[in-house]
């Protein structure tokens, strides 16, 4: 009698168990039905949508649309190489002003001018835009031998339409030739007119390379540009 009671009992509580766990299954086999999983599937795509880069005039709108500090700071930097005028195809243009007597020429998709190209990316290195390359490819026919005027234009555009101003420019140029005391004020006329700022605010260093690598055997060229940019009153 006593087995008996105990099997009846256990039974019972089996039976019980099952009662009430059946419907926590059917939940839980339910809450995964294919339609909850393809559900689930277009949720991720959208995630992984979302989380794409954002074409770059989508970028740019991006970053105007944040508080924008009263100052910005922006570094920029460009080499090229130098070659014989009938292998490079073009002359050196250096600052905007084509350098005479010189028998070497800028190997470049555009005019080469390494001064032009580091002052652009600094200015889109400040306002956080893409670089140079990006906005200009060399892959675009619509840039072969194009005056780099064009470029560093684009690059004030892009800063006066955000607010800002030129507060402070300074530029080394590193090359061992050509000399370029002769026409380094009038690389910086050209620098104070298409940036719409005042000589005070735009300085323009030069040096050698002591003879070393590239820069210093008369290979290439370089140039660093450091930008300080303050918001328009």
């Known amino acids: 009698p006593d087995s008996s009671f105990a099997f009846g009992l256990h039974a019972e509580m089996a039976l019980r168990f099952c009662l009430f766990s059946l419907p926590l299954l059917v939940v839980q086999v339910t809450s995964f039905a294919p339609s909850s999983f393809i559900s689930l599937q277009k949720s991720q795509k959208a995630c992984q949508a979302r989380a794409q880069p954002l074409p770059l005039h989508a970028t740019w709108r991006a970053s105007a649309a944040v508080d924008e500090p009263p100052m910005r700071i922006g570094h920029g930097w460009d080499i090229h190489r130098l070659a014989p005028l009938d292998v490079a195809g073009q002359g050196c243009v250096i600052g905007g002003v084509t350098v005479e007597d010189f028998e070497m020429g800028v190997e470049a998709h555009s005019d080469g001018d390494v001064l032009y190209h580091s002052v652009t990316d600094a200015i889109l290195g400040s306002l956080t835009l893409p670089d140079i390359g990006q906005l200009f490819p060399d892959t675009d026919p619509r840039w072969k031998g194009c005056d780099s005027e064009k470029f560093l ?41 298409v940036l719409h700022t005042s000589p005070p605010r735009v300085n323009i260093k030069a040096r050698t390379h002591e003879k070393v690598d590239s820069i210093g055997e008369v290979r290439a060229l370089s140039c660093h540009a450091v930008i300080l940019l303050e918001k328009k009153p």
């Open 153 to 193: 234009a684009e690059a004030w555009r892009l800063m006066d339409e955000r607010g800002y101003q030129v507060s402070n420019l300074d530029v080394t140029l590193i090359l061992q030739r050509p000399r370029v005391s002769p026409i380094k004020e009038k690389m910086k006329d050209n620098l104070v007119r």
